[in-house]
C-alpha cells in the first residue's frame, strides 16, 4: 500500500508539470489540452461519477417518467441530507487511508441521546443536540488516541466500536426501543416540512457563484504573484455561467412543488465548508499530505498523530449529526435508526464519488456526488417495484465498478510517471 502511494508522487508531478507548459502556452485551448493529457494519465476526477449520473437519469426517466418528476427530486434531496452528512465524514476519514466502520452506531447512539434528553428528561433542544455532538467528538478521540498510540488498526477500533455503541445505543433507549420526537419540535419541522421560499433559494445560489468567482479569481492571483501559470479568464466565466443556469434551472423545478429542502442545503453548506478546509487551509493540505504517504509527511514536521486524530473526529461528529437527522426525519429514535444498511450506503457513496480508499485523492464534493448516485439508484429501482435484493445487487455493482475505475486510474499513473 505504501508502495502504491510513493509512486503517485511523481505522476502527479509530471503531470502538473506538463499542463503548465500547455496552458502558458495556449490559453483556453491548452486547458482543454491539459484536461485531456489528465484523462490518459489515469486523472479522471469526478468525470465518470458525472457521467454514471447522467446515464442513471436517463435510464430511470426512460424506464418510468415520475423518477424526473418535481415531486420525486425532492423526495430524492430529502433521502440525500442525513445520510449524505454521513459520506462526508467518512471522506475525510479515507483521506488519510483510514476507515471508520460505526459511523451507522454512533448515529444510531446520537439519535438515541436527543431522544431520551429531550422527550424523557426535558432537556432543551439545543443541549441535547450538543451533548450528542460533544459524545461524538469524544469517541472520535478515544479511535485517534488508540490508533496513534496503541497502532491499533482502525478496522478493528471502529469494527469494536460498531458492536460496542449499537449495544450502547439500544441500552440508553430502554425496553421499549423507541422514542417519539415531538411533530412540532423545529428539529422534526428542519427535517421534514422547511423548504426555501424561491426568491430565498435564488439569492443563495447566486451568492454560492459569487463566491466560488472570487475563489477562483483569488486563486489565479495568488498563482500569477507566485509565478504560476493561469487559466484564461474566460473559463472563470464559463464555469460560473454553467453552475448558475444549472442551479436556476433545478430552484425553478423543485419550486413547481414543495421547493429546495433547508436540510439539503445544509448538506449542500456542509460539504463546500468541508471542501475550503481541505483546499484552502493548512489543515486541508496535511491532511492529503498524511494520506499520500505518511512517511514523507512525518519527516516534512507534519504533526501526523493530530491529522489522524482531527480527520477521525471529523468523522464521528458528522455521524452524529446525520444520525439526529435521520432520527428528525424519521421523527424517532429508535433501534433502526442508523441500522441496516446505513454503513455500507455511507462508505459506498464517498468511494463512487471518487474518494480514494488507498489515501489522499479525493474531495468533499465526492459525499454529494456519491449519495446521489446510490439514492438516485435506490429511488429509480423503488419506482420500478423493484425488490430490495435487486437494488443491493445494482448499488454493489456500481461500487465494485468504482473501486476498478479508481485502481485502473492509480495504476495508469503510475505507469505515466516511471515513463
Given at each position: 500500500m505504501s508502495e502504491q502511494k510513493d509512486?503517485?508522487?511523481?505522476?502527479?508531478?509530471?503531470?502538473?508539470?506538463?499542463?503548465?507548459?500547455?496552458?502558458?502556452?495556449?490559453?483556453?485551448r491548452g486547458v482543454l489540452s491539459g484536461f485531456g493529457t489528465r484523462i490518459r494519465t489515469g486523472d479522471l476526477g469526478s468525470l465518470p461519477v458525472f457521467l454514471g449520473l447522467i446515464v442513471i437519469w436517463i435510464v430511470f426517466q426512460i424506464l418510468n417518467p415520475r423518477f424526473l418528476s418535481a415531486t420525486n427530486l425532492v423526495d430524492l434531496t430529502l433521502q440525500c441530507a442525513a445520510l449524505g452528512v454521513l459520506a462526508l465524514g467518512v471522506v475525510v476519514v479515507l483521506l488519510v487511508a483510514q476507515i471508520d466502520l460505526s459511523i451507522g452506531s454512533l448515529a444510531g447512539?446520537?439519535?438515541?441521546i436527543l431522544g431520551v434528553t429531550f422527550v424523557n428528561m426535558g432537556w432543551p433542544i439545543w443541549v441535547s443536540v450538543l451533548v450528542a455532538l460533544a459524545v461524538g467528538a469524544a469517541i472520535g478521540y478515544l479511535y485517534g488516541f488508540l490508533f496513534t498510540r496503541f497502532g491499533v488498526p482502525t478496522f478493528v477500533v471502529t469494527l469494536a466500536g460498531l458492536m460496542g455503541f449499537l449495544g450502547l445505543q439500544l441500552w440508553v433507549l430502554g425496553p421499549t426501543g423507541t422514542i417519539?420526537?415531538?411533530?412540532?419540535?423545529?428539529?422534526?419541522?428542519f427535517a421534514t416540512t422547511w423548504f426555501l421560499p424561491p426568491w430565498l433559494a435564488y439569492t443563495v445560489a447566486?451568492?454560492?457563484?459569487?463566491?466560488?468567482?472570487?475563489?477562483?479569481?483569488?486563486?489565479?492571483?495568488?498563482?500569477?504573484k507566485a509565478g504560476l501559470s493561469t487559466g484564461p479568464a474566460s473559463l472563470i466565466v464559463i464555469k460560473a455561467v454553467v453552475i448558475a443556469v444549472v442551479a436556476a434551472v433545478a430552484i425553478t423545478w423543485l419550486a413547481t412543488n414543495r421547493g429546495v429542502a433547508v436540510s439539503f442545503l445544509l448538506f449542500i453548506v456542509l460539504v463546500?465548508?468541508?471542501?475550503?478546509?481541505?483546499?484552502?487551509?493548512?489543515?486541508?493540505?496535511?491532511?492529503?499530505?498524511?494520506?499520500?504517504?505518511?512517511?514523507?509527511?512525518?519527516?516534512?514536521?507534519?504533526?501526523?498523530?493530530?491529522?489522524?486524530?482531527?480527520?477521525?473526529?471529523?468523522?464521528?461528529?458528522?455521524?452524529?449529526l446525520g444520525g439526529l437527522m435521520l432520527a428528525a426525519r424519521l421523527t424517532a429514535a429508535s433501534i433502526s435508526t442508523g441500522?441496516?444498511?446505513?454503513?455500507?450506503?455511507?462508505?459506498?457513496?464517498?468511494?463512487?464519488?471518487?474518494?480514494?480508499?488507498?489515501?489522499?485523492?479525493?474531495?468533499?464534493?465526492?459525499?454529494?456526488?456519491?449519495?446521489?448516485?446510490?439514492?438516485?439508484?435506490?429511488?429509480?429501482l423503488t419506482l420500478l417495484n423493484l425488490q430490495s435484493d435487486v437494488q443491493f445487487m445494482v448499488t454493489g455493482g456500481v461500487l465494485l465498478l468504482a473501486v476498478i475505475i479508481?485502481?485502473?486510474?492509480?495504476?495508469?499513473?503510475?505507469?505515466?510517471g516511471q515513463s
Open positions: 509512486n503517485s508522487a511523481p505522476t502527479t508531478i509530471a503531470v502538473d508539470l506538463q499542463d503548465e507548459r500547455v496552458m502558458r502556452g495556449e490559453g483556453l447512539l446520537s439519535s438515541a417519539n420526537l415531538p411533530y412540532n419540535s423545529w428539529i422534526v419541522q447566486g451568492l454560492v457563484v459569487l463566491g466560488i468567482v472570487l475563489n477562483d479569481v483569488t486563486k489565479a492571483r495568488r498563482r500569477t463546500a465548508i468541508m471542501a475550503l478546509l481541505l483546499t484552502r487551509t493548512r489543515w486541508g493540505r496535511w491532511v492529503y499530505a498524511v494520506g499520500g504517504n505518511e512517511e514523507a509527511a512525518r519527516r516534512a514536521g507534519i504533526n501526523v498523530k493530530a491529522i489522524y486524530i482531527s480527520a477521525l473526529m471529523v468523522g464521528t461528529v458528522l455521524a452524529t441500522g441496516g444498511t446505513t454503513n455500507l450506503v455511507a462508505i459506498a457513496a464517498a468511494v463512487i464519488g471518487g474518494t480514494s480508499l488507498f489515501g489522499g485523492r479525493g474531495s468533499a464534493w465526492s459525499a454529494l456526488l456519491g449519495i446521489v448516485v446510490i439514492q438516485s439508484i435506490f429511488n429509480g479508481d485502481s485502473l486510474s492509480r495504476r495508469s499513473r503510475a505507469q505515466h
